[in-house]
């Protein structure tokens, strides 16, 4: 059985997207970002808890901030992207979850009183919402950077507050000359798919 979804499309999604590490400067707007977030906050959390929280980095003040938490090979592209985002955790999305699971608005009492389940809930569907974000930079013809490399407990200090966890810090922008590094293999169907 075939995808259903175009050829050039999953080349443009899945096989042909990399991780840029060069930009040009041409700018990512505020409609451009905000087409990415109105396709991809429909993607799938548990209980539609949508814990992704997003912080624009725009200002040549706030990069600079950001670029000395990044790891030293990692600053430079960070620098001279046209956008960063961080993306975060929110460790206190049961707030929202009477509006957002109106099924069931009791989950917010039910699952989450207690910080631990919610931080480990937050970490697990922010990361689900991420690789979406990612995905739809690449649908919107732009190249997404993701990267950990960077200090943590800085970028929260300087950018979040105790209540979100940074994820990951992803340029974002149109890909520069030499932007990517040789494709790195993959493991094969067999080797990551069991059926019992």
């Known amino acids: 059985m075939s995808?259903?979804?175009?050829?050039?499309?999953?080349?443009?999604?899945?096989?042909?997207?990399?991780t840029a590490n060069t930009f040009t400067d041409e700018p990512v707007?505020?409609?451009?970002?905000q087409a990415i977030y109105d396709l991809v906050k429909y993607g799938p959390t548990a209980f539609n808890q949508t814990p992704l929280r997003?912080?624009?980095?725009?200002?040549?003040?706030?990069?600079?901030r950001l670029v000395r938490h990044m790891a030293e090979g990692n600053q430079a592209k960070t620098a001279t992207a046209p956008l960063v985002a961080i993306l975060?955790?929110?460790?206190?999305?049961?707030?929202?979850?009477?509006t957002?699971?109106?099924?069931?608005?009791?989950?917010?009492?039910?699952?989450?009183?207690?910080r631990p389940?919610?931080?480990?809930?937050?970490?697990?569907?922010?990361?689900?919402?991420?690789?979406?974000?990612?995905?739809?930079?690449?649908?919107?013809?732009?190249?997404?950077g993701p990267m950990t490399g960077f200090d943590?407990?800085?970028?929260?200090?300087?950018?979040l507050d105790d209540d979100h966890t940074p994820l990951m810090v992803v340029n974002i922008g149109k890909p520069g000359a030499d932007a990517?590094?040789?494709?790195?293999?993959?493991?094969?169907?067999?080797?990551v798919v069991t059926t019992v």
């Not at 997003?54 to 600079?64: D, G, K």
């Not at 989950?107 to 989450?112: G, N, Q, S, T």
């Not at 990517?180 to 080797?191: A, T």
């Open 3 to 18: 995808l259903v979804l175009d050829p050039a499309a999953q080349d443009l999604l899945f096989r042909e997207a990399r």
């Open 100 to 114: 957002l699971f109106p099924a069931f608005p009791q989950a917010k009492d039910v699952f989450f009183s207690e």
């Open 54 to 64: 997003i912080t624009l980095v725009r200002s040549a003040e706030a990069r600079e």
């Open 152 to 159: 943590f407990e800085g970028v929260r200090k300087e950018f």
């Open 117 to 144: 389940a919610r931080e480990n809930a937050a970490g697990l569907n922010a990361a689900l919402q991420a690789a979406y974000f990612i995905v739809g930079v690449r649908a919107a013809g732009l190249a997404a």
């Open 29 to 33: 707007t505020e409609e451009q970002i």
């Open 88 to 98: 975060a955790a929110d460790n206190e999305f049961h707030e929202e979850l009477p």
């Open 180 to 191: 990517w590094y040789p494709r790195s293999p993959r493991l094969d169907f067999d080797q």
